[in-house]
Each structure stands twice: as C-alpha cells, then as structure tokens.
C-alpha cells in the first residue's frame, strides 16, 4: 500500500515502520485565545510588589522588577566578605590632615641622624615581634665569638616544629650559611641550629637576650625563645628600632641584611636564598632590614633608609593584615616622610 503525501499528517519512520500523527491547530488556538484573554484582565503589579511564590532555583525573587533570581546566602556571604575586603583596600592613602592611614597596629619612624620622631602609631604598645625576634639573636649569637667556618650538622629537633625550611636533618651547613638563612630568610632551622652549637644551654642564650634588651633600654621587651615562633616574644615599636639600629651596626649582620639574594652549598644540595626585605628591590638605599609573621603577631617589618645625604631614617610596622599591606603601607610611610618629615635637601631618593 502506498502512502500518499498529506501536510497536516506528517510522516516518520521508526524500526523501518512507516508513523503517522495528526497535529492539531484547534487546540493550539484556543490555548493561545485564554491565556491573551487572562493577561487582558490581570491587574497591573506596582513596581517593587513582592513575589511570593519561590524562585526558581528555591530563592525568593527580590522584586517584581528584578529579572533574575536572587544568589544563595552562601553566595551572598562570599561577596560581602570580597566587598569588606575591598573596602580595606580603598580606604584613603592619608588622612584628612595629610598622614598617612595605615592598617598596621604600631608603626614608628625615626631620624637616625637628629634622633627626631617623624611619624608614630601606639609606639609604646607590646606586639608580638615574630621573627624580629631574631634581631637580637644575632647580637647574642655574636657574643659567643662564632667560627664561621665551622660545619653544623643539622640535627633532627632543629626542624621539628620548625614552620617551613629547606633545610634537612643531617645536612652539614657552614655557621656562615646558616647565619645568611635566619637574617634573610627568617629560617628556623638554622636559627635552632645556630643556637644549639654556639656553646651554651638555649635557656641561658633566651636570658642573655633579655639581659641584652634590658642593657639596651628596650623597655617591655621579652624573649621566651630564640626564633620569634612563640607569640610571648613581645617588644615596642620604639624597641624594635633600637634593636634594629644596634644589630645594623655590626657590619656582618648589616652586610647580610643587604643581600638580596644568596647561594650556599651543604653537603647534600644547593640553597638559595632570596631576602624577605621587599624594599631591597624598591627605590630606596636599604642599607638593613628584617621581617617577620605569625599569625598572632600579623606581618611585621623593620628597616633602615639611607638617603641621598646620608641620614638614616629607621621605620618599624607591627602587626600588618597581610603581606600585601606590610610593603604597601611601609612604602605610603616611607614615601610621606621623604616628602613631608625630612627637609627637602635630603629627603629625594632615586628612581625605581
């Protein structure tokens, strides 16, 4: 039998037998006919009515206006939080006085050179120092005559608990290596091994630490341990400059503090160190500096600026939010002073 071509009854195959099906237009109409009919009727909704019936994807709809479907609260907690996060960021560079607003807990800068303050924030206040701490390790460490040459073998209790390290039990490293590593890299490692072979008990090199701070003047200060890792390592910011001032005028430590980069051996493999003192690669004569964080402590830095003239500006921020903010903020701190707390004559660094 053959089928003959009808437009209203379209033809399909299906497992090679021929299928038919009537589309009807009647109802189609009058489907199309009711719902014009109902919208004539309906009353028009103000503006911002309400919807009651849920969205979508579960959600309330916000407004009559809104076209799209509201975010779920785990959505809108996210973007409050990058909203607060960016309103940090955007805060004003300076005050309506023209300091510098800075998010940073403490912060001090000091002319070396007329011993004038430039700029403070809660200079008095204790903050745990974090690996600051390790500023007047130096200095004790230095006490003891240490043989640079001589080779440590890495023992297993100084990378226990130790944070991050490349360094490895059982690596020989040279006092001078590892010396490089906890003023450049904040390394606790070598901090801890450095204590550990220097020829006397770690509880007596803590109190000569203090005895240190104490013969210095840094009021408030005190040291627990020798690394920075406990947050009962507290000092001033005021202490923190003194401390900084006192560690930069040994040339070894000064001249290690400057380095921005440096390689070493060990018996095992190569290291190299790249300083955590950002603004060793900013335009400014950094001629000391050191960094430091845990988290009860937040981001901390302090440095040494030398200009043009030769004064020596010291500035000390504890207690940063972020990485980000410690740099950013000790360069808003530093750019202010060169421009408004130093005179002219002396205060224009060179360009990046």
């Not at 309906?42 to 503006?47: E, F, I, K, T």
């Not at 600051?132 to 100084?158: G, N, R, S, W, Y």
């Not at 980000?324 to 707390?341: I, Q, S, V």
Request: charged share 20%; net charge positive.
């Amino acid at each position: 039998m053959s089928l003959s071509y009808n437009p209203l009854v379209p033809t399909r195959m299906r497992a090679g037998k021929p299928m038919t099906y009537r589309r009807t237009f009647i109802s189609l109409a009058c489907g199309l006919l009711v719902t014009l009919g109902l919208a004539e009727h309906a009353p028009a909704a103000p503006a911002q009515q309400y919807a009651r019936s849920p969205g979508p994807n579960g959600t309330r709809l916000a407004s009559a206006s809104v076209t799209a479907s509201a975010p779920s609260r785990t959505r809108t907690r996210r973007s409050r939080r990058r909203l607060r996060r960016r309103a940090t960021f955007s805060l004003p560079q300076v005050t309506r006085d023209g300091i510098p607003r800075l998010h940073a807990k403490a912060a001090y800068v000091i002319d070396e050179t007329s011993n004038r303050v430039l700029f403070q924030k809660n200079p008095a206040e204790l903050y745990p120092i974090a690996s600051l701490t390790k500023l007047m390790t130096a200095l004790v460490f230095f006490q003891t005559a240490p043989a640079f040459d001589q080779v440590v073998e890495i023992a297993p209790e100084d990378v226990k608990n130790s944070s991050r390290s490349h360094i490895r039990p059982r690596e020989e490293i040279t006092v001078r290596d590892l010396l490089h590593a906890a003023l450049m890299s904040s390394d606790n490692v070598a901090t801890k091994a450095l204590v550990r072979t220097c020829g006397i008990p770690t509880e007596e090199f803590v109190q000569r630490m203090n005895m240190l701070a104490d013969s210095l003047g840094l009021t408030g200060a005190r040291f627990v341990e020798p690394t920075g890792l406990s947050e009962q390592n507290v000092a001033t910011a005021q202490a923190i400059a003194a401390m900084l001032r006192t560690a930069a005028a040994n040339p070894i430590v000064s001249s290690i503090m400057q380095k921005q980069t440096y390689t070493f051996a060990s018996d095992r493999k190569l290291h190299r160190l790249v300083n955590t003192n950002r603004l060793l690669r900013s335009k400014w004569r950094i001629t000391g500096g050191k960094t430091g964080f845990i988290s009860e402590a937040g981001y901390c830095l302090a440095t040494l600026v030398e200009t043009p003239s030769g004064t020596e500006v010291t500035a000390v921020l504890l207690g940063a939010p972020s990485n980000r903010l410690r740099f950013a903020e000790a360069r808003r701190l530093l750019d202010w002073t060169f421009r408004f707390g130093l005179p002219q004559s002396s205060a224009a660094p060179g360009n990046d």
